[in-house]
């Protein structure tokens, strides 16, 4: 039998090849936007570059410049991977090739959507990566910048005297950004699933009917999502004061729980009633 691990490791290495392909794309996109930004503006426009109201060099304000492009691109990237993994995902979930591997159903499901998961994480941390390290580049450029950034860090400190809990808001913030991607793989599964069950179902049905019956599905899974979300969350937050600082918290268990709900529901679907499509 192949081994969970094995399996996920596979299908890892093989949309990180998408991963790369996109943080390259993005890479190059934000340095020709700088190249153009500064042909448009002329050759002197980095001369007086400032960080923190200290004047850095030419060279310093260029890598700062591709950087912020490049993370300002992350919002397109990063939703443009999603939809590229997402169609993956539901090509290997449906693959007769992939149903031959010797686990269950349910199993080569959960390796695809984590694997597929797992690499939307790391293209996150090679983003992130770039951040850091112009960070580390400007910090390092010179001891005014460093002293710049120092005073401009006391001058918000002051403006947020007692806010002991600013770290831990960032921490649910980035966990919900984890559990919202992770529910993005799981939902497309969802429909999929559902209305290739409901197509399966039917003796015979043409091209039109198939696409009414993928249309009304969409309808249904909306409406079930609407009606999920309305009800457990005002459950979570009738247990949460408006402003306390505490509703991202329920928002992260408010997705922990449709994670785990409609993943366990798309297990079920794919073991009982999914077909893999003829090749």
Known sequence: MTSFGTLFRELFKQKSKTTYLVFLIQLIAAIIFVIFGLISAGPGSYDHAMIAGVKVNALVAWILSIAGVFLGLSSIAQPVYLLMTSWRNEKINRSQTWRLVPMSNGKIYL???LSSFASFIYLAILQFLVALVVSGIVYLSSSDVRAGLAKGFSEIAKYHPGDNFAWLGLVAVFIAAIL???FWYVIVSFYHFVSRAVIDFLPSANGFFIFVIRVVTLIVVIYLLGLFFNSLGNFAFDFVSAGSGNE???TDLLF???DVLFGG???????????????
């Open 111 to 113: 390796c695809n959507t």
């Open 180 to 182: 919202i991607g992770l």
């Open 248 to 250: 991202i918290w329920y």
């Open 256 to 258: 922990l729980v449709a």
């Open 265 to 279: 529901l798309n297990y079920l679907l794919i073991e009982k009633f999914v077909e893999a499509k003829a090749n």
